[in-house]
């Protein structure tokens, strides 16, 4: 599987100012120029942008995995978080990357663990549907700064 990097338009950033645990709230201008990735699960017919941070951290804490280390040579920390991705399902709000603007290091790391961040993701997301089910989505560690809050429509509870 290829990855997909984009951008989100600064308009649906606008569009959805109430949305809550989102990186850089408030900041548009921000939000829309960090480069997200596009990954495509099986669990539902939903577009899921998970975004690239600089100082991701450890990607597993000790109460669970909540991204994928990525790191640069100048961002040793970066990484995808999976606590942070969107559910955007019109393309008129994505902006795909047409020449690379990370470095070729992350790139390939990106496209090499391909079927490693879509599996983990996958296993986030339906932990985070089972914690929601259960009304626990907002007190469990792992999913309490989980951006999906905004799209629990989504979902099958």
Partial sequence: MEPIL????????????DF?????????SKQSKRTHLCVKVEIDSNQYYIPLRNNLGAPVRKFGRIG???PSSKRGNAGLDYRYAMIINDSKY???QTELKIPNSQYRCIKN???SIVKEFE????????????KRNEK???????????????FDI
């Fill in 6 to 17: 984009c951008y989100i338009r600064e308009i649906y950033f606008k569009k959805h100012s």
């Fill in 20 to 28: 809550k645990k989102v990186l850089d709230p408030g900041d548009t």
């Fill in 68 to 70: 994928h280390s990525v």
């Fill in 94 to 96: 994505i902006e795909t």
């Fill in 113 to 115: 663990d391909m079927d």
């Fill in 123 to 134: 296993t986030y997301l339906r932990g985070y549907i089972k914690a929601a089910k259960k």
């Fill in 140 to 154: 469990e560690p792992l999913y309490r700064e989980s951006s999906l809050i905004n799209f629990i429509d989504y």
